[in-house]
């Protein structure tokens, strides 16, 4: 198995351990965000704050090497002009989101609890990414 | 423990596990981009991807014995649930970033792109949580 293997398996052991101690894996955690006309929760807030946080750190910490520990060069994206795509699709995101109380993450996390609701969410999620494939005919990303 | 505390420490931990995966792979944490990847057939980048997938997963696996109350399922029905999951499956790809991808990673970098994003998403998010109170079925 190749390393870059493990280290993303790590990443994504850390990131579920953090979703699932916020409590972010919650539905009705993140609907509560988001329901600023009701009952406000906002500890998807904390949630950001910490997150935004350490990341800003670390990623300029991280920024200052030549290359990553385990490949010869960083990826990252390049693009900076905003344009409808990202407004549209984050419209997008924003209705799904704002309905199920999933995003990608905390859906697939959850999956570990075996209920029917979150199965069916994380398939229509793929579905949705698969679709979007299809309609654009991505040029091969590097 | 309050709910700042819990909710910035998890968050941290979200942090630490996204900048460990720049620090290794040189990529940033974005679970929509990667996700959105497997179905990419780029030479090289497939087995990384599942496995950080594979992570998030069996991370799940073994923390719902510990924290039974994070796992609740979601108040909305199946049908609707379908249609949330394709918007946020789609809606991630088009928009170029969930909120991990425009939320953390890319706020943290102070994107321009990501933090318009991060902004719609939430301000889409409220209105939709609003319509929903207002329209019956409130959560």
Known sequence: MKRQSVGAFASGLLISAGLCLSGMTNPNK????????????????????GAVGSHAILYRLIARRSAPVLVPTFSLPTKRNLDWPLVLGSVLFGVGWGLSGYCPGPALVSLGSGSGSVFIFVVAMLGGMAGYGLAYREPRRT | ?????????????IGVGAALLLLLNGRLGAIGGIVAGLFQRSSGEWAWRA???????????????FAPSSFVPSPTSGPVLFLAGVAV????????????GHGVCGVSRFSKRSIVATITFIVTGAVVVALVRIFGGAP
């Open chain 1, 30 to 49: 993140v609907i509560g965000f988001l329901d600023f006309f009701g009952r406000w929760d906002p500890t998807l807030l904390f949630v950001m704050m």
């Open chain 2, 1 to 13: 423990m309050g709910t700042a505390t819990v909710g910035l420490a998890g968050g941290a931990l």
């Open chain 2, 51 to 65: 496995m950080f997938v594979l992570g998030l997963v069996f991370g799940g696996l073994l923390l719902v014995p």
């Open chain 2, 89 to 100: 499956g789609f809606g991630a790809r088009l928009g170029g970033g969930c909120t991990s």
